[in-house]
């Protein structure tokens, strides 16, 4: 695709309940990066994949969240077991390999914890 | 241990005059890339400047410029002639020389005035 696609763009689930969220990179990207952004506040690191491979998952709150990256292209991340605190937009980004390369966001999945 | 450190949280800027966002950084990475998005009211993330740690010349594009001071490490952002539309959250970011993970600053909301 043109961009980074995530779905769904909003997730409401009840607490408890698991959620998967969906993340396309732009086709040819290698790396991949997850991170949680709470409102009005910065972007917490969660997970960046190099391929199907995490080199660096330090960012993961809490075992009950797990991600995984197949055929070096789609992502998923997964929330057992949701809570209220994990209610936040959660951002995909893509980039070529490299230190100089940008990364391109897709437009979040918002999830609400009730 | 990488880190970014952005200690504005919010800035105000006359519309047309020029405004600097600051961010200091820390790794012990030999080289790496800094990074600067926007993010609007909208939530989108948007790619503005990169600026390489053995670039000789501070960074522009367009009405961006990087003000990197490298013994200092600091990067930061210079917007000449402020617009109304450049009211947003600003972030510095930053990737190791392995061109692997993309770590973020805690942000900047700037505010334009009329």
């Known amino acids: 695709g043109a961009g980074v696609s995530q779905s769904p763009s909003n997730k409401v689930t009840e607490k408890g309940k698991d959620v998967e969220l969906r993340c396309d990179p732009i086709s040819g990207h290698t790396a991949l990066y997850w991170y949680r952004q709470s409102l009005g506040q910065g972007l917490e690191f969660l997970i960046y994949?190099?391929?199907?491979?995490?080199?660096?998952k330090s960012g993961l709150p809490s075992d009950r969240f797990s991600a995984e990256r197949t055929g070096g292209s789609v992502s998923t991340l997964t929330i057992q077991r949701t809570q209220q605190e994990d209610s936040a937009v959660y951002l995909c980004?893509?980039?070529?390999?490299?230190?100089?390369?940008?990364?391109?966001f897709g437009q979040g999945t918002r999830l609400t914890v009730v | 241990a990488q880190k970014i450190t952005q200690t504005q949280p919010g800035m105000f800027v006359q519309e047309k005059e020029a405004v600097t966002l600051d961010c200091t950084y820390d790794t012990s990475d030999p080289s790496y890339g800094l990074f600067w998005y926007k993010q609007p009211s909208s939530g989108e993330m948007i790619f503005l400047i990169y600026?390489?740690?053995?670039?000789?010349q501070n960074a522009t594009e367009g009405r961006y410029s990087l003000n990197f001071q490298k013994a200092r490490k600091s990067a930061n952002l210079v917007i000449s002639a402020s617009q109304l539309g450049d009211s947003a959250m600003y972030f510095c970011a930053m990737k190791g020389n392995q061109g692997g993970k993309l770590i973020f600053g805690q942000g900047t909301e700037l505010s334009v005035k009329p």
């Open positions: 980004a893509s980039s070529r390999d490299g230190m100089n390369t940008e990364a391109f």
């Open positions: 994949f190099q391929g199907n491979s995490a080199p660096d």
């Open positions: 600026q390489g740690s053995y670039d000789q």
